[in-house]
Nanobody, 115 residues
Framework: QVQLVESGGGLVQAGGSLRLSCAAPGSILRPYTMGWYRQAPGKQRELVATITSGGTTNYADSMRGRFTVSKDNAKNTVYLQMNSLKPEDTAVYYC?????????WGQGTQVTVSS
């Protein structure tokens, strides 16, 4: 069982920035995809951005250009840099890891953007 540890959420004003981190303790079986999803109240969970073990990134259209996903292989950590935040970005952000070892989710971190 992989326990993903998220950090970095909080309250920010519109136009501001936040960086989320997600650490996966121990080794990760390759190939893998790590990334971020979010869920706003009353809405379904949706893709934000992912990055593969090979470094290929994928973004939801509404986040492309504002959000950047990256990883630190040595730390088994994936990051989500969020810039130009909007009130509609308010949601619980979940880290996800998919590999041949399984599909794992973090506990979620709240991001609130005030107008």
């Amino acid at each position: 069982q992989v326990q993903l540890v998220e950090s970095g959420g909080g309250l920010v004003q519109a136009g501001g920035s936040l960086r989320l981190s997600c650490a996966a303790p121990g080794s990760i079986l390759r190939p893998y995809t790590m990334g971020w999803y979010r869920q706003a109240p009353g809405k379904q969970r949706e893709l934000v951005a992912t990055i593969t073990s090979g470094g290929t990134t994928n973004y939801a259209d509404s986040m492309r250009g504002r959000f950047t996903v990256s990883k630190d292989n040595a730390k088994n950590t994936v990051y989500l840099q969020m810039n130009s935040l909007k009130p509609e970005d308010t949601a619980v952000y979940y880290c996800n890891l998919r590999s041949i070892g399984g599909n794992y989710w973090g506990q979620g971190t709240q991001v609130t953007v005030s107008s």
